[in-house]
């Protein structure tokens, strides 16, 4: 990750979601730093990637055999972002990832359902036509 480069998903998911800690920014020294919490790993399935506050990585731990935490910290002021470590949890009991379940959050569905609207607005148009005799 380059400092001083949030993109715009990291700078809100800082600002919704993260932990303000009391450490300043090195950088503009004007913000105090958020800190993201980032979870990774193979049995996680589809839910790889996530952002997990405290408690819900304390569920975790006894919920999936291993997985990577990365730990990032960001201002919100000048956008500056750092890894500052990343740690293994985990019971260390190898599970399959979970099944794959649409959920809102899912992009694939969000994308599926975009594609679907065209054309369900083409059969609509189809339609409309014959009505009028022009097809
Ligand atoms: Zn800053």
């Given at each position: 990750m380059d400092a001083c480069d949030a993109d715009p998903y990291l700078r809100r998911a800082a600002k919704h979601h993260g932990n303000l800690t009391t450490r300043s920014c090195p950088?503009?020294?004007?913000e105090a730093l958020r800190e993201l919490r980032y979870t990774f790993g193979d049995?996680?399935?589809?839910?790889?990637g996530r952002i997990k506050n405290e408690a819900e990585l304390e569920e975790m731990q006894s919920e999936y055999g291993e997985f990577r935490v990365y730990t990032v910290e960001i201002c919100l002021g000048c956008g500056w972002n750092h890894l500052i470590y990343s740690y293994l949890l985990g019971d260390g009991k190898t599970r399959k990832a979970p099944r794959k379940v649409r959920t809102l959050e899912d992009e694939d569905f969000m994308e599926e359902e975009a594609a679907r609207k065209p054309l369900k607005a083409w059969h609509l148009h189809e339609q409309e036509l014959r009505d009028q005799g022009r097809f």
């Open positions: 950088v503009c020294k004007k049995q996680l399935g589809q839910y790889s």
